[in-house]
């Protein structure tokens, strides 16, 4: 079975410009969330998917918008770019949207987000 | 989310047990007790959870204390590749909050 699937794997874009990322979560999965980790830090959440709405918001700036698709997929948008911005975004896929035994959140390997 | 305390890291040699202690004092009732671990430059790996009773699976086993407030993870026979930052993460909406982690170092 495959896994979480990311894209692109590296991305390198300059201040001000506008990045998308990608995300296909593991088949029969609803949920998907996103988390940002910048090197040193272990993963901040960004944004929780389920069944196509918003579910759960982290503390991040409004430059940061996300949407799940019919297919349950998934976009990161960062509007803006700020040095800062710089990390590996990281997405998970979950069956459930919620509490629950069957929560366990399945990652991607994540997309590496330089910003010059 | 409960806050967490983990050993910043930790040793363990080739094949022997590596025991992860987590401290979640204040952990809520309706939350579980999740393990993720993170190699290095690679996303986080669900391990296990549970709520009250101890677990085990293919990975590791899980085992809480009767009063919640503390757990441990253990790797019954650890390799080199299980070494990696190791999260405890008390959960049960739709975030996940990383702490700081124990950083396993296996050695041969």
């Known amino acids: 079975d495959a896994g979480v699937t990311q894209s692109p794997t590296h991305l390198i874009k300059t201040r001000g410009q506008h990045v998308t990322l990608r995300c296909s979560p593991i088949?029969?999965?609803?949920?998907v969330s996103w988390y940002q980790q910048v090197l040193g830090q272990g993963p901040q959440f960004i944004f929780q998917?389920?069944?196509?709405?918003?579910?759960g918001r982290g503390n991040f700036p409004d430059r940061f918008s996300a949407r799940q698709f019919p297919n349950y997929s998934s976009e990161l948008n960062v509007n803006a770019l700020l040095l800062g911005d710089s990390a590996l975004y990281l997405c998970?896929?979950?069956?459930?949207?919620?509490?629950?035994?069957?929560?366990?959140?399945?990652f991607g390997p994540g997309t590496r987000l330089t910003v010059l | 989310d409960a806050k967490t305390t983990q050993p910043t890291s930790m040793d363990c040699a080739e094949g022997r047990a590596a025991n992860l202690p987590c401290n979640h004092s204040?952990?809520?009732?309706?939350?579980?007790v999740y393990w993720y671990r993170q190699i290095h430059s690679q996303g986080p790996q669900y391990i296990i959870h549970?709520?009250?009773n101890n677990e085990t699976n293919e990975m590791a086993s899980l085992i809480i204390t009767e009063d919640r407030k503390s757990s441990t993870l253990i790797l019954p026979h650890a390799t080199l590749r299980d070494t990696a930052v190791y999260y405890c993460?008390?959960?049960?909406?739709?975030?996940?909050?990383f702490g700081g982690g124990t950083r396993l170092m296996v050695k041969p």
């Open positions: 998970a896929s979950s069956l459930a949207g919620s509490s629950g035994y069957y929560n366990e959140q399945f």
């Open positions: 088949s029969g999965h609803k949920s």
């Open positions: 998917y389920y069944e196509k709405e918003e579910r």
């Open positions: 204040t952990i809520s009732g309706n939350e579980y």
């Open positions: 549970g709520l009250k």
């Open positions: 993460i008390p959960h049960a909406g739709n975030m996940l909050t």
